[in-house]
């Protein structure tokens, strides 16, 4: 079983989510995460061989359609509920001369 | 009065849908303010709705099968120009630009939508405590919860707010909530109902589906939303079900598989109260008195679905909130950068229990873990799908608890999340498979509340569960518990 998760993890699973926890939160979530994943360890430990994975419960392949132009959504509409909308595209501060 | 008296009525003249919607809104007027089942009631949006209606009885021409019926919308459904919120403040405030399928498929059948109603925030919940807009009170006793995560829908259709519902069950929220109001709650086969227009929280699971307050009135508005939809590749093509003219097959000859880890047998998952366990085989007595066999099956890996859920449910949803970032739509926190508009307008927007998922997902996805915890996670639902196709070849349904317990109080379970999970434990395999299921209610437990018991049936079996909740209804109401 791994070991149980650090209060480093949540902190570095909080910058890849791009959440930003408080200190209690961190604690917090430190000790459930962990009583969540100890619950998990049943199929951790489990054997499991190799079954093949299933991520979707039906055998669905890719579905095409006739290549016809049809009507999207009204850009307008679309547009009016964005924060904030310019020249018919949405407005973001500066995204350069950020860390990576 | 049901579903389909009122369709009827309305459909042949004998009422117009204005008054019968009248009569629905004034109930929701006295009586929400201590249930909360809504968000939001739309009452002009209704009001042209059911004058559409009416005027299209006055001209001759028919409505639909659900003519002037008031429906209650869960609050994750999306309805061009009306607020939908998925009970966050994420989203607060905002107009979809486009209707759900279900929502134009309703009214196409002369439904009438009269509002959004309360849920866990993005559907992650049990109770529908986990509202950022304040809990929703089960209409059978106030102090208790509806269930959740449709909680609000399951308590409008309880309290005769609305004869017929919609929710969306992604681990068990339309059938534990069904259970605990009272009423009968469906989760269709993935697939059968376009997902085009719910907000997704997991798209492998989402599911769609009704809610009623009889089996009758929940299978001519699951008839009405089933069907294949260009706009949600995952809709079953050529899929056709109508579950309204199964509903008096009965189920002599039918074979019932008990599942012993969900139902107090050996190996059994903890926490099944005794009550509700009575009740349940109450139910698969009637069965066999109508003429069913029964068998007991063991599906060993049942009894890992709740560990297996709680780490694909979280998975799926971490990726699908990445949306939430404050550029296109929602919430927005101003921020001298780009990112740092992201992260605090996450920040801001999400209650507790949705970033406790979207942390847990994204640490099961991490480098490093996906394997241990995802990777087998997926593995299992292998298992399941093989284990209840073996169960499938030697009975037709299966029955179980709809949840473990009746409705528990307010307050109670909010404290550790892992007693708030294993509300689904009856309820998940089905997510991870695929496969349809209903809550029907079956008599009461020791606190007078409602007891749900639910019929599960393989892919493409959605007819056949109606079949059977409808004997089991009919046992009920016989007084057989």
Known sequence: MSARITRGDVE????????ELTDEEIELFTGQLGD????????????????????????????????????????????????????????????LGEEP | ?????????????????????DEHLARIEAGDGDIHAFNLVTADAAREEAEAVDAAVARGDDPGPLAGVPVALKDNMCTRGIPTTCSSKVLEG????????????LRAAGAVAVGKTNLDEFAMGSSTENSAFGPTHNPRDLTRVPGGSSGGTAAS?????????????????????????????MKPTYGAVSRYGLIAFASSLDQIGPFASSVADAAAMFDVIAGPDPRDSTSIRDYAPNASSVLDRGVAGLRVGVIRELSGGAGTVDGLSADVLARTQEAVDALA????TVEEISVPSATLGLSAYYLVAPAEASSNLARYDGVRYGLRVDAPTTGEMNTASRTAGFGPEVKRRIMLGTYALSAGYYDAFYGKALKVRTMMLREFAEAYEKVDVLVTPTAPTTAFPLGERTADPMTMYVNDVCTIPSNLTGHPGISVPFGIGEDGLPVGVQVLAPALGDELTFQVASVLEAAAAGGAS
């Open chain 2, 1 to 21: 009065m049901s579903a389909l008296d009122i369709a009827a009525a309305v459909r042949s003249g004998e009422r117009r849908a204005t008054d019968v919607l």
């Open chain 2, 94 to 105: 905002w107009r979809p630009p486009y209707d759900a399928t279900v929502v134009t498929r």
């Open chain 1, 36 to 95: 969540i994943l100890e619950h998990a360890a049943d199929i951790e430990a489990l054997d499991v061989g190799d079954i093949a994975p299933t991520s979707h419960p039906l055998p669905i392949v890719n579905v095409f359609r006739t290549d016809e132009v049809v009507p999207s959504l009204d850009r307008d509409e679309v547009l009016g509920q964005a924060p904030v909308a310019e020249s018919g595209q949405f407005r973001v501060p500066p995204v």
């Open chain 1, 12 to 19: 570095h699973v909080a910058r890849l989510a791009r959440l």
């Open chain 2, 157 to 185: 259709v309880a309290a005769d707010f609305t004869p017929l519902g919609i929710g969306s069950d992604t681990g068990g929220s339309i059938r534990q909530p069904a259970a605990f109001c009272g009423v009968v709650g």
């Open chain 2, 289 to 292: 008195a109508a003429g069913a």
